[in-house]
C-alpha cells in the first residue's frame, strides 16, 4: 500500500509539471489576443484619459509610460512574470485589476454552471440507463432521438426559446438578471440541457458495452436478477468513462455561459468578457484566456487523478509503469 501511494504521488508530480508547457501556452495565446487584435492599446487609453481627441503627442506618451513601445518577447516576458504573480494588469475600462474583476465575477459563472451540471446529471444517466436496458425498443429509440436533439440545438437559440416559454407565455421565472428567485432556472437549463444529450449518449453506449462483457454473461447465468446485475456489476464499469467525460463537461459549461450570460444578463465572467470586447479591454480579455485555461487545466488534472482511484485495473498499470 505505501509502494502504491508513492507511486501515486508520483504520477500525480508528473501531471502537474506536464500542465507547465500547457499553461505557457494559454498565457501566449492570451497574450497575443491583447497584442494582434486590431485597435491600439495606446489609443484607446488616452481618448478616454480625455473629453477631446488625443494628440500624437499625448498617445506617445501613454505608450511609453505602459512600455509598449518595448519589443514584444520583452513585453511577453514581464507580462508572464506579473501573470505568474497572479498580477493579470488592470482593466482599461475601470482601471481596477483584472483578476479582482474575474474573482468578483466567477461565484456567478459558477453557480450557473454547477446547477447546469446537476441538470445534466439527473437528466442524463436514468435516460442513458434505460435506453441501455430497452435497447432496440420505443423508449430507447425516445431517449436517443432526445439526445441528438438536445445536441444539436445551439445554446443561443435554446436560450430565447425557454424565455418564450417559461417567462414570457407562463410567467414562471425571470427573463434576465441575478436578483430575483429562480433567476439562475433558465440559463442553467440553457447550458444543462445540451450536456445532458452528450452524457446521455456516452452513458447508454458505455453501459451497452459493459453489458456485452463476458462477466455480464457470468453474472446472469448465475441466475442473479436482472436488476442486481445492472447496479451492481454493469453500471459501476459504466460510469467510469462517463465521470472521466463529465470533468470536461464541466470545463465547457463554465466556457459555454459566455453567450448564455450574455442572453439573461447574468453578471458572471461570460458577460464581463463580452462587454471588454465592446471596449476593447485588452487586459481584461488576456485574464479571462489565462484564468479560464487554467480553471479547465486544473479540472482535467482532477479527472486524471480520479480517474485511477475508480479503475483499479488502471491504477495498478499506471502504478506499474510509474515504478
Not at 508513492?6 to 509539471?17: D, E, F, H, K, Q
Not at 491600439?40 to 473629453?51: E, K
Not at 445532458?196 to 463476458?214: F, G, H, K
Not at 447574468?266 to 470586447?277: A, E, F, M
Request: glycine share 8%; hydrophobic share 55%.
Amino acid at each position: 500500500m505505501e509502494k502504491a501511494g508513492t507511486a501515486m504521488n508520483r504520477y500525480i508530480l508528473i501531471r502537474l509539471l506536464s500542465l507547465i508547457p500547457l499553461w505557457l501556452g494559454i498565457s501566449m495565446l492570451a497574450f497575443s489576443l491583447g497584442n494582434f487584435a486590431p485597435g491600439d492599446p495606446a489609443t484607446i487609453i488616452a481618448q478616454r484619459l480625455s473629453d477631446v481627441p488625443p494628440s500624437a503627442e499625448q498617445i506617445a506618451a501613454v505608450r511609453r509610460d505602459l512600455h509598449l513601445d518595448d519589443p514584444l518577447p520583452v513585453r511577453y516576458v514581464r507580462w508572464l512574470g506579473r501573470a505568474m504573480q497572479g498580477d493579470l494588469g488592470r482593466s482599461y475600462r475601470t482601471n481596477e485589476p483584472v483578476l479582482s474583476e474575474l474573482a468578483t465575477h466567477f461565484p456567478a459563472t459558477l453557480q450557473i454552471a454547477c446547477l447546469a451540471f446537476v441538470i445534466a446529471i439527473v437528466i442524463a444517466l436514468p435516460m442513458g440507463i434505460l435506453a441501455a436496458v430497452r435497447r432496440g425498443s420505443w423508449l430507447d429509440q425516445l431517449a436517443r432521438l432526445a439526445a441528438l436533439f438536445g445536441a444539436s440545438l445551439p445554446n443561443y437559440w435554446l436560450g430565447y426559446l425557454l424565455i418564450l416559454v417559461f417567462a414570457l407565455a407562463l410567467g414562471w421565472l425571470p427573463v434576465a438578471g441575478r436578483e430575483r428567485t429562480g433567476a439562475a432556472v433558465l440559463p442553467a437549463l440553457t447550458l444543462g440541457l445540451g450536456a445532458a444529450a452528450t452524457l446521455a449518449r456516452l452513458m447508454r453506449s458505455s453501459l451497452l458495452e459493459v453489458l456485452s462483457e463476458d462477466f455480464i454473461r457470468t453474472a446472469r447465468a448465475k441466475g442473479l436478477p436482472e436488476r442486481t446485475v445492472i447496479v451492481s456489476h454493469a453500471l459501476k464499469g459504466a460510469l467510469i468513462p462517463v465521470v472521466t467525460v463529465s470533468g470536461i463537461v464541466f470545463g465547457h459549461l463554465l466556457g459555454g455561459a459566455v453567450i448564455v450570460e450574455q442572453i439573461f444578463a447574468w453578471p458572471g465572467i461570460g458577460k464581463l468578457l463580452i462587454d471588454s470586447i465592446y471596449d476593447r479591454d485588452y487586459p481584461m480579455i488576456q485574464g479571462f484566456v489565462v484564468f479560464m485555461g487554467t480553471v479547465f487545466t486544473v479540472i482535467n488534472l482532477l479527472v486524471d487523478v480520479v480517474y485511477p482511484l475508480l479503475d483499479p485495473q488502471i491504477r495498478f498499470a499506471r502504478w506499474r509503469t510509474a515504478n
